[in-house]
Antibody
Framework: QMQLQESGPGLVKPSGTLSLTCTVSGDSINGYYWSWIRQPPGKGLEWIGHFYYGGSPDYNPSLKRRVTISGDPSKNQLSLQMTSVTTADAALYYC???????????????WGQGTMVTVSS | QSLLTQPPSVSGTPGQRVAISCSGSNSNIGRASVSWYQHLPGAAPKLLIYRSDQRPSGVPDRFSGSTSGTSASLAISGLRSEDESDYYCASWDDRLSAWVFGGGTNLTVL
């Protein structure tokens, strides 16, 4: 049974860089689309972007200039970097997985529990 | 403002059938598949429907999805108290090359 665990600093300073890791256990990251999704307090879900090993990532146009998503099969990890953060980036951040061998249209089948990020000086 | 529009809230009584709508456009629902998620506070979102009408294993057949043109709908039959949750639709938007979510619908079981 694949499990996803997000981790990273819970507190980031304004204008700083947010760096999160999603560690995958139970299967390889190869063959799946991997997404980062966030939920600001009291608000809805927002897709940040996705990664498929061997392909080019896609990003939410509203975040594209500040976001990088990558994967390391040797560590079975996904990473998210977001630069120039503001208080609007404070949110619960999730990593999520698509279907094995599927397309980017298959949705988000398995989710991690999420990690909360606060932006404050 | 979300590109996919959901009602903020719906309600029903136990045993009833309720439907949650999701309105989009020709660049998302009208062209790509829809997925639906149940999100309980403090828990990870759970996939209920993908590819508009497909249920992952383990999701009861009380949950069903459908699309018509640029709109989608999630139906829940035999409503139970444990169905009380937030529900989100999502679709791939071809114009943005990005996933877009609806604003979410809070379901109350009276």
């Amino acid at each position: 049974q694949m499990q996803l665990q997000e981790s990273g600093p819970g507190l980031v300073k304004p204008s700083g860089t947010l760096s999160l890791t999603c560690t995958v256990s139970g299967d390889s990251i190869n063959g799946y689309y991997w997404s980062w999704i966030r939920q600001p307090p009291g608000k809805g879900l927002e897709w940040i972007g996705h990664f498929y090993y061997g392909g080019s990532p896609d990003y939410n146009p509203s975040l594209k200039r500040r976001v990088t998503i990558s994967g390391d099969p040797s560590k079975n990890q996904l990473s998210l970097q977001m630069t120039s953060v503001t208080t609007a980036d404070a949110a619960l951040y999730y990593c999520a997985r698509g279907l094995y061998g599927g397309s980017h249209l298959d949705g988000f089948h398995i989710w991690g529990q999420g990690t909360m990020v606060t932006v404050s000086s | 403002q979300s590109l996919l529009t959901q009602p903020p809230s719906v309600s029903g009584t136990p045993g009833q059938r309720v439907a949650i709508s999701c309105s989009g456009s020709n660049s998302n629902i009208g062209r790509a598949s829809v997925s639906w998620y149940q999100h309980l506070p403090g828990a990870a979102p759970k996939l209920l429907i993908y590819r508009s009408d497909q249920r992952p294993s383990g999701v009861p057949d009380r949950f069903s999805g459908s699309t018509s043109g640029t709109s989608a709908s999630l139906a829940i039959s035999g409503l139970r108290s444990e169905d009380e949750s937030d529900y989100y639709c999502a679709s791939w938007d071809d114009r943005l090359s990005a996933w877009v979510f609806g604003g979410g619908t809070n379901l109350t079981v009276l």
